[in-house]
T-cell receptor
Framework: AQSVSQHNHHVILSEAASLELGCNYS??????LFWYVQYPGQHLQLLLK??????LVKGIKGFEAEFIKSRFSFNLRKPSVQWSDTAEYFC???????????FGRGTSLIVHP | NAGVTQTPKFQVLKTGQSMTLQCAQD?????MYWYRQDPGMGLRLIYY???????DKGEVPNGYNVSRLNKREFSLRLESAAPSQTSVYFC?????????????FGEGSWLTVV
């Protein structure tokens, strides 16, 4: 069965710092990859997704993620975070042929102004 | 542009009471899901429905039942609520063709069982 690991459970940054959140998955076949964001008290919203093609994916609000197949990784990055990026971030993986995504446990990001 | 709509948003139940969480989507998606979210546990799948007329257990189905009433609606029922079911519940929908396997979430239902 697919598993998804998000190694950073809690991240605290100051505004303008760079961000990288790790995501690794276990299944080695065809995958669809997602990052979702959950702002305090809100539902999960899609940040970006990778299905195929360019492994560097750009999403909303200046976020990007890079799919590295050899490392089973899909890390999320942002060059300069803002206070409004304070949220919980979830990585999700959909294995080929499945319609049930597997979610990581999430990373809580706090950005101090 | 409603997307996925859940009701109620907040509910307090006494142990042993029953209730149904309602979910409807207007995106014509085939698949629908119910997740619960607890601190430190991430999202856990309770039940899912691959298409109208089918339902299957997810990771944590005990204490819950579901009904896929039609293509739009997927309800979650707690027959005899327990304090361990205090959680935030999210309904979601997706479709391999219409949404490219992306799933979309409702705004959540905060349930407290006392």
């Amino acid at each position: 069965a697919q598993s998804v690991s998000q190694h950073n459970h809690h991240v605290i940054l100051s505004e303008a710092a760079s961000l990288e959140l790790g995501c690794n998955y276990s299944y080695g076949g065809t995958v669809n990859l997602f990052w979702y964001v959950q702002y305090p008290g809100q539902h999960l919203q899609l940040l970006l997704k990778y299905f195929s093609g360019d492994p560097l994916v750009k999403g909303i609000k200046g976020f990007e993620a890079e799919f590295i197949k050899s490392r089973f990784s899909f890390n999320l990055r942002k060059p300069s975070v803002q206070w409004s990026d304070t949220a919980e971030y979830f990585c999700a993986v959909l294995s080929g042929g499945s319609y049930i995504p597997t979610f990581g446990r999430g990373t809580s990001l706090i950005v101090h102004p | 542009n409603a997307g996925v709509t859940q009701t109620p948003k907040f509910q307090v139940l006494k142990t042993g009471q029953s209730m149904t969480l309602q979910c409807a989507q207007d995106m014509n998606h085939n698949s629908m899901y119910w997740y619960r979210q607890d601190p430190g546990m991430g999202l856990r799948l309770i039940y899912y429905s691959a298409s109208e007329g089918t339902t299957d257990k997810g990771e944590v189905p005990n204490g819950y039942n579901v009904s896929r009433l039609n293509k739009r609606e997927f309800s979650l029922r707690l027959e005899s609520a327990a304090p361990s079911q205090t959680s935030v519940y999210f309904c979601a929908s997706g479709d391999s063709l219409l949404s490219g396997n992306t799933i979309y979430f409702g705004e959540g239902s905060w349930l407290t069982v006392v």
